[in-house]
């Protein structure tokens, strides 16, 4: 049987590639915002139970370590901040297993940068910004929506006040899943089943879809405030375009106890699930403690961005070697 060893994508293709990437480095370097480089190794992985970092035994001056492949630069760039970096981006190669598809890729880039100073919204026009340069065709007005309105309008239901059973049975319906299946589900789970099976395909269609104050529970490594309803909310959006997600951005959580209770009840929630603890990246925790700048970061899944921007049916068609050609 002969080994497939020809590229994912066409030349013509990983050109036009290069081309946008350029423009993405010409963006910042108008804004005076600083390109950095970072491991894609840690001390500490991604504790949400959504994600699975990949892990390695590595030798060290310190013998045998387990280092972690990184699901974003995000760790390493709050370290950057807290030692006085002013504003940065990245185009980092980032890690997660399992996540194969038409839109996904276990080893993929993503441009993150950090904005101290901004506020959410400086930030969502920013990143919409972006968005337009590199698709000059694009001309499709920006349309905002509250999480909460979004499952009133779509599901007919608050995904605040709904009750955990009738949630289980809702997801499994419209995920065409036994309810069985979701019995030990979370809340957040069903909830993210329901927002991506039924919510997201419907965002981005003729317009750039911002989404924001989703739970609190969502909130990761983000601020909460309380909104117009006096909810607790996470302090993020989400930016959607033809039905696929492209950036998720925060107002930073610069509280390093507060961020420390949130990794522990991620690993609690993995012992629950019976899946694998992460470690918990005690060098973040440490330059939060020290104290990181108020502001606001983004996170775009840059090979999603180029894969709409060129027209490409699967996001292997933008990427030189896709994983299961690697």
Known sequence: MAIDWRPSAEIATLRERARLLAC???FFAARDV???????????????????SLATQARTDKGQRRLWLQT???????????????PIFQLARSFRDGEIGSRHNIEFTMLEWYRPGFTLAELIEEATTLVAALMPSFAKPVVNYR??????TRLAIDPFTISLEK????????GQMLAGALAKESRETCLDLLMSMVIEPTLGRGELSVVMDYPASQAALARRHQDADGEWVASRFELYLEGIELANGYHELTDASEQRARFKEDNTERRRLGLPEVDIDE???????HGMPEGAGVALGIDRLIQLALGKPRLKDVLAFATPNC
């Open 283 to 289: 060098r973040l925790l440490a330059a939060l403690e």
């Open 167 to 174: 949630l289980r049975g809702l997801a499994a319906e419209r």
């Open 24 to 26: 993405v480095r010409a």
């Open 72 to 86: 974003s630069p995000e760790f390493h760039m709050k370290r950057l901040l807290a030692a006085g970096s002013g």
């Open 34 to 52: 600083l390109e950095v480089e970072t491991p894609v190794l840690g001390q500490g992985g991604s504790t949400d139970v959504h994600l699975v």
């Open 147 to 152: 999480y909460r309105e979004l499952f009133h």
